[in-house]
């Protein structure tokens, strides 16, 4: 599964990768495309606490806003998510809609995550931004935050 | 004491942040513009604390996206138009620490950030942290996102 998710995530990283037609730029639908699947695939890396799929996606110096405020490097935010301590049984994200802007790029939507935490069950709803850089033909994200949504 | 006179020296000051790169020529390029979107971020603290809105629209791209500490979520108009409600005084706007990585034409600022000030009367006082991204268009550095949230310990 590991596996599979790496490779999913390397597919879906470089422009034309997938069709073999690197010498065709992508246009910006077709990278909007791109992008949304690339943070489909976070989710579903975090859910499997698949660290390597995630190395794939973020960018060493990758900084990460927690909904609490916490501040994360990359290295500290992989941590997190091999914490055998946190279970996320389900991350879905309500809605997102990406904003192209040439080498960067920023999504923004709504997620929803259930899981256990020390045993504890938790539930959290909030909006993130992304920002993601296209750095040699792939998009890695160099930042991240999350706030939850007051109810 | 808010005037006229300040509102558009903060506006004049904007103008020449964002525009004018000549006095930065010299340094390398990623110095100049991780100096550039600090300064402007300075002067996105001050006209908030003045409700200079003029200087505000200067700095920030219309297809912003502001959420807030509550994750609601502004257009660069709901921004502006909150920024200027009568019911709102921020009293102080202070950066706590500042960080910048620039991108190319793009760049990540983190800020942690603590105001007070007073909505409706009431008095508030909070701290969090800002992820704000930058994009330079034309050569003028513009703020599209931009999300806080409250650090709870």
Redesign the interface.
């Given at each position: 599964m590991e596996k599979l998710l790496s490779v999913l995530v390397l597919l879906m990283l470089v422009p034309g990768a997938d069709a073999q037609l690197a010498v065709v730029p992508a246009q910006p639908a077709q990278e909007e495309s791109r992008l949304l699947g690339l943070e489909l695939l976070w989710n579903q890396a975090v859910q499997a606490k698949d660290t390597r799929a995630l190395e794939i996606l973020i960018a060493p110096e990758m900084v990460d806003i927690e909904y609490d405020g916490t501040l994360l490097n990359r290295d500290l935010y992989l941590a997190s998510v091999a914490s055998q301590s946190v279970h996320a049984e389900h991350i879905g994200n309500e809605s997102m809609s990406v904003h192209l802007y040439g080498q960067i790029a920023v999504v923004i939507g709504v997620y929803r995550e259930a899981g256990t935490e020390s045993g504890k069950p938790y539930s959290r709803r909030g909006r993130f931004t992304d920002t993601w850089v296209r750095r040699s033909g792939s998009w890695l994200c160099v930042a991240t935050q999350s706030t939850l949504i007051a109810r | 004491m808010r005037t006229r006179t300040t509102g558009k020296a903060i506006a004049v000051t904007v103008l020449i942040l964002t525009a004018c790169s000549s006095a930065m020529a010299q340094a390398p390029e990623l110095r100049a513009s991780r100096s550039k979107v600090i300064a402007l971020e300075h002067a996105w603290n001050q006209a908030e604390e003045r409700k200079d809105v003029n200087a505000l629209d200067q700095i920030m791209d219309d297809?912003l996206?502001y959420?807030?500490?509550?994750?609601?979520?502004m257009s660069k108009a709901d921004f502006l138009a909150s920024v200027k409600a009568p019911a709102r005084h921020p009293e102080q706007n202070l950066t706590e620490s500042m960080d910048a990585?620039v991108?190319?034409?793009?760049a990540?600022v983190?800020r942690v950030y603590r105001v007070k000030g007073t909505v409706n009367g009431k008095p508030y006082l909070r701290r969090?942290?800002f992820?704000d991204?930058w994009?330079k268009?034309n050569g003028t550095w513009l703020c599209?996102?931009s999300?806080?949230?409250?650090?709870?310990?």
């Open positions: - | 297809s996206v959420t807030d500490y509550d994750g609601a979520m990585h991108y190319g034409d793009g990540v983190i969090g942290r992820t991204t994009i268009r599209v996102a999300q806080n949230t409250l650090i709870s310990h």
